[in-house]
């Protein structure tokens, strides 16, 4: 697969070609199908179709407490109508109703024979044996009909599908034991860097706490990934290669030591271990120094994607948003939802490159838009911590003015507004 245009020079793949590398690489290794109950399904890829096995609701009961009435019966109303029967919630009346005669219905009961609408207990009064009717209703009324949810034979959900909350309550309600579902592709963040420190505890000249060995199992257990382990190596080429190539899991990102520094050890040791490079120099900022590819097949484990992420703590959780989150979905038969488009809350500054600028959702007047989070350097956290968002702004001579509708991107396990 050619997946850059080859007229682009080396180092400047877009944002759009990238993510479709990406994308492409985890469509080319799915995990495992697996079948789980929906409640343990929840935040999983369906992996096949599911059909509608019986109509719902399945069978015709009344949506309020109250008395099922025939609606001929109350056009008189108000009108006194001898009870002979009651129809519970899981207790149907063993007997229909007559004309001229009510039953007690409860919410979701099944509707007695005969009966073709429901009068509210707050529309009516019981005496003696009988209900009074104050209001008269039309046949239909307060009714839900068995089928006019869904019918038994159509399409339910469609593989691919996230199951979220409401999806489960679709599974759950046609009884459904059992659906077939992605299993979560596990992930080994490969950390590098002797500065820093693991751990929190006393900084030693020249040291940093870790960050990015908490920020990609967050941002990744946040968009699906399964278990996310993180191993350390040194600033060192045998010690990279060996963690590279003894990494498990269904993907392997590792993050800094992938620029051009002396000490920077990935992308060779990548090489070193036969890696099939697919792209690796972003028209991105932060996040330019990105590597995307698979490694081969290797002590028992087969290929499998890999991205070597910049270790600036801002251009690791910037790409890992907009390459890893697609690849992981990818692996799993997902659907990669598009990005949203928000018009700009003030002018964004020029730069040379596409910016993935950390950003917030805002609702004004107008509708959503979005905000852009103060000085952006790749170093920056504050505007990490603010973020809930990623505003993608093409490279630009000029500002592009407030107004200018950008993409925007949702991070994983981030809330607008929250
Ligand atoms: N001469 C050039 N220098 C640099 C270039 C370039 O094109 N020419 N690119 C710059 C860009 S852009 C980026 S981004 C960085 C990426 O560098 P690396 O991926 O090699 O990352 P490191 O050098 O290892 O670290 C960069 C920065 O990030 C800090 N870091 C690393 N890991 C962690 C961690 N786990 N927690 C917190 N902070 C971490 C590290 O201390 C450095 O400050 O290269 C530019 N240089
Ligand atoms: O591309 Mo680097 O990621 O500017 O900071």
Redesign the pocket.
């Known amino acids: 697969m050619p997946p850059v245009d080859p007229t682009r020079r080396a180092g400047s793949t877009t944002v759009a070609d990238a993510r479709t590398v990406a994308i492409t690489i985890g469509g080319e290794h799915p995990t495992a199908v697996e079948r789980l109950s929906p409640a343990a399904a929840a935040g999983r890829v369906l992996a096949e179709d599911v059909v509608v096995p019986l109509s719902l609701p399945p069978f015709d009961n009344s949506a309020m407490d109250g008395f099922a009435v025939r609606a001929a019966d109350t056009a008189a109303a108000p009108v006194a109508l001898p009870l002979v029967a009651e129809s519970r919630a899981g207790h149907p009346a063993a007997e229909g109703l007559v004309p001229g005669t009510a039953a007690r219905i409860s919410t979701g009961a099944r509707m007695p024979e005969g009966a073709d609408a429901v009068v509210r207990v707050e529309d009516a009064d019981e005496e003696d044996g009988a209900v009074r009717v104050r209001v008269a209703v039309t046949a239909g009324h307060d009714v839900r009909r068995a089928g006019e949810d869904v019918r038994a034979g159509e399409p339910a959900l469609a593989a691919g599908a996230l199951l979220h909350a409401g999806r489960i309550a679709l599974l759950g309600g046609l009884g459904i034991a059992e659906v077939a579902v992605a299993r979560r592709p596990t992930v080994t963040v490969v950390?590098?860097?002797d500065?820093?420190l693991v751990g929190g505890g006393e900084l030693a000249d020249g040291q940093?706490?870790?960050?990015?060995?908490l920020v990609l199992p967050a941002l990744l257990a946040a968009a699906g990934a399964g278990t996310v382990d993180v191993v350390r190596v040194g600033?060192d080429r045998d010690a990279t290669i060996a963690a590279i190539g003894g990494a498990g899991g269904d993907v392997v990102v590792t993050?800094?030591?992938?620029?051009?520094?002396r000490?920077?050890h990935?992308r060779p040791a990548l090489a070193a271990l036969g890696a099939d490079e697919r792209a690796y120099g972003l028209d991105l900022?932060?996040?330019?120094?990105t590597w995307i590819g698979t490694l081969p097949a290797a002590d028992g484990r087969g290929a499998r994607p890999a991205f070597g992420?910049?270790?600036?703590?801002a251009?690791?959780l910037v790409t890992a948003a907009l390459l890893v989150v697609p690849a992981l979905r990818a692996m799993t038969g997902g659907v990669v939802p598009p990005p949203l488009r928000l018009p700009l809350t003030e002018a964004a500054p020029p730069g040379r490159r596409t910016r993935a600028l950390r950003a917030r959702r805002v609702a004004d007047a107008d509708g959503m838009a979005v905000a852009l989070l103060g000085p952006q350097q790749?170093?920056r956290l504050r505007p990490l911590a603010d973020a809930d968002a990623l505003a993608i702004v093409p490279a630009a001579d000029a500002p592009t003015p407030a107004g200018t509708p950008v993409d925007v991107l949702p991070l994983p396990g981030a809330e607008a507004g929250a």
């Open positions: 950390a590098t860097g500065e820093v940093v706490h870790d960050v990015n060995g600033d993050c800094g030591g992938v620029s051009v520094g000490h920077d990935v900022q932060p996040g330019r120094p992420l910049p270790g600036n703590p251009s690791a790749s170093h």
